[in-house]
């Protein structure tokens, strides 16, 4: 049985990604598994220092596919649905797995979808749920009884207050602040330290003390590699 790890993405995230399991700090993660390729057409080469091999070729991509078993997305900030629509295809030919801190806190296991990136120091409290492909950030808290959708990101040091709902694709910014019983609609974008008081619409971005709307949000995707 192989026990390569492909990641998509080769930035900043991949390589605390990569550190994290290099370092053993995940709760999930067989020990002899090893990330072995990397991939990322906008890179000439990696951001960080490591000895898997690394490719911005499609003809590439699919050896570093068929010599692997599980893979990564590295894709965070506002390109959710790119890492859950890349995510999707790369289900096909490899398993995804699930990185999770053991320095996080859970309330329950059985409550989070598959692909997830769960931070150092981020809590996903009782009766709470995430979806697929769905990233909470180093010291993110989301509170009791919250559904976040898939392709969500939590950025570090948000929080959530009880009862929030998060639909598909939502990004909330650092340190911004989720008022309890809110409903936050797919595609939207919320602010840095923004703190948002009243129901967000379908791809809106807002910002500011109380969030207010400033302009609709576009997603770009590209998935011709896969």
């Known amino acids: 049985m192989k026990n390569n790890i492909f990641f998509w993405g080769a930035k900043y995230k991949a390589g605390i990604i990569y550190n994290l399991i290099q370092k053993k700090q995940l709760i999930n993660i067989n020990k002899n598994l090893k990330v072995s390729f990397l991939f990322d057409p906008g890179l000439s080469k990696p951001t960080f220092n490591t000895k898997a091999k690394f490719s911005n070729k499609k003809i590439d991509l699919f050896k570093f596919l068929k010599k692997s078993n599980f893979f990564v997305t590295c894709i965070g900030n506002e390109y959710g649905k790119a890492r859950y629509m ?10 995804p797995l699930s990185i999770i801190s053991k320095h996080s806190t859970i309330s329950d296991v059985k409550n989070i979808g598959t692909g997830v990136q769960i931070f150092p120091n981020s809590i996903l409290n009782e009766n709470s749920t995430i979806g697929d492909y769905t990233i909470l950030n180093t010291s993110s808290l989301v509170e009791h009884d919250c559904i976040l959708g898939s392709g969500v990101h939590v ?33 939207a974008f919320i602010g840095a330290g923004s703190v948002v008081t009243k129901n967000v619409k379908k791809n809106e971005v807002v910002i500011g003390n109380p969030a207010k709307f400033i302009r609709k949000n576009k997603h770009t995707i590209s998935i011709k590699f896969l």
């Open 86 to 95: 890349i995510s999707k295809k790369l289900e096909k030919k490899l398993t």
């Open 155 to 187: 950025m570090p040091g948000a929080v959530l207050g009880g009862n929030v709902v998060v639909k598909d694709f939502v990004m909330i910014g650092l340190n911004a602040t989720i008022l309890p019983n809110i409903t936050i609609e797919e595609g």
